[in-house]
């Protein structure tokens, strides 16, 4: 498929037969164990354990195709859609962040649908990791302020390379405007 996808001048095709080649076969692999495992006598107990652990598999394969579909989709299209073709440096500074968090995403909702999958109570699970966060978000508070106020200044962009600013008794011009810390000079 890939040298009638190359021909296309639609980036969109690339995009969608690479994020599931290794899927695909993956999944053409795991049906090969199942048929193999079915067609063979092998006692209830262990069909049961071999079933279940077939559904979480399958529920991390299309998790893992959804999650290669969006990483390609978000680096081909970064600066493509409805926003000017841009090689602003915060622009550039912005895209590994959101490509994580959309995989983070992905993959945690790919993780509660297997563990749903096979009879774990996500309700429960969802309390303890509240819970868990609470104590987490209260240990890690200047942290998460800190990651925070760089995500607001990556995308609100009050200042840019270059600007003037002035930051209580300090004055300078900024010379690097990172995801940690901001630069001046």
């Known amino acids: 498929i890939q040298p009638f996808t190359k021909k296309t001048a639609n980036r969109l095709d690339d995009t969608l037969v690479e994020a599931l080649e290794s899927p695909l076969l993956f999944a053409i692999s795991l049906i090969g164990m199942w048929i193999s495992i079915h067609n063979l006598s092998y006692p209830e107990q262990y069909i049961k354990i071999i079933d279940t652990a077939y559904r979480i598999l399958i529920t991390l394969n299309a998790t893992w195709f959804f ?3 969006a990483s390609g989709l978000i680096s081909v299209y970064w600066t ?4 000017a073709k841009s090689n602003d440096k915060q622009d550039q500074r912005m895209m590994p962040i959101l490509n ?3 995989i983070i995403t992905i993959w945690t909702m790919g ?3 297997a ?3 096979v009879g774990v109570n996500i309700s429960a ?3 303890t990791l509240g819970i868990g966060g609470i104590a987490f978000a209260l240990a890690a508070q200047d942290t998460i302020k800190n990651v925070f106020a760089a995500f607001t200044i990556l995308t609100d962009k009050p200042f840019s390379i270059g600007d003037t600013i002035r930051v209580d008794s300090y004055e300078g011009t900024v010379i690097d405007v990172g995801i940690r810390s901001t630069k001046i000079r």
């Not at 493509?80 to 926003?83: E, F, L, M």
Request: net charge positive; glycine share 16%; aromatic share 6%.
């Open 67 to 69: 999650a290669r579909l």
């Open 80 to 83: 493509g859609i409805g926003r």
């Open 100 to 102: 994580r968090t959309v």
């Open 111 to 113: 993780v509660f649908t």
């Open 115 to 117: 563990l749903s999958n």
């Open 125 to 127: 699970l969802l309390g």
